[in-house]
């Protein structure tokens, strides 16, 4: 099974200016990013960025690096840049890894790529894991996702979906709860085909008002296979206080 990684990495961050280069443990936040990427077994791991300084800080730690537009909107159009710059074939699979993800587990890298592959159907693939606590099922920044039987996107929100009607569980029934609320993993795996159509679509109004980009293939009738994550996937870099924690959790060993 063959498929290409590309990690997009921007400097301007609004929240967190210059994230991919932070310090985390003696090491940029991004080479821990790239060094889980060729560990999950892709054929390639791009780093695509528009900055110089990500670009030589990435090439020092032997990363591949390509230089993409700075008038991208979005991380998934420097990588539809890099997919036609690499000239991959329709079919050629390619996963979506967050720069600002420095603990992501290899094995779920994997698991995104091989689900595409394996439900030709779906044009896209991503990931989600069950929300134990009620902090994070009514927390904005924790992206719900609500499937059908057959384990499709019906919808992705910052809200609480599916909301009871009644009244809300108590945070230690969560992990029992039905329906089980899932939290969506914000990694993709596209075809490259697929890929370049879809950055050819306007964004559409509810990607616009969630600010959820995955929106914009389900306005679009496309098809996104949601797996239940196989390991847990810990929460990401948003924030200097996010890279506090993690600095503290590295350092810690935990």
Known sequence: MSFTVVIPARYAASRLPGKPLADLGGRPLLQWVYERAVASGAERVVVATDDARIQSVATGFGAQVMMTAASHRSGTDRIAEVAQALSLPDEAVVVNVQGDEPLLPPPLIRQVANDLLAHPAADMATLSQRIVTLSELTSPHAVKVVCDRAGYAMYFSRALIPQPRDEMPEAEHLAEADPGWQRHIGMYA?????????????????????????????????????????????????????????????????
Not at 196 to 219: D, G, I, K, S, Y
């Open 190 to 254: 596209y075809r490259a085909g697929f890929l370049r159509a879809f950055v050819n679509w306007p964004p559409c109004p509810l990607e616009t008002t969630e600010m959820l980009e995955q929106l914009r293939a389900l306005w679009n009738g496309a098809t996104i296979r949601v797996a239940e994550a196989c390991a847990p996937a810990p929460a990401g870099v948003d924030t200097p206080e996010d890279l506090e924690r993690l600095r503290r959790q590295v350092s810690s060993g935990t």
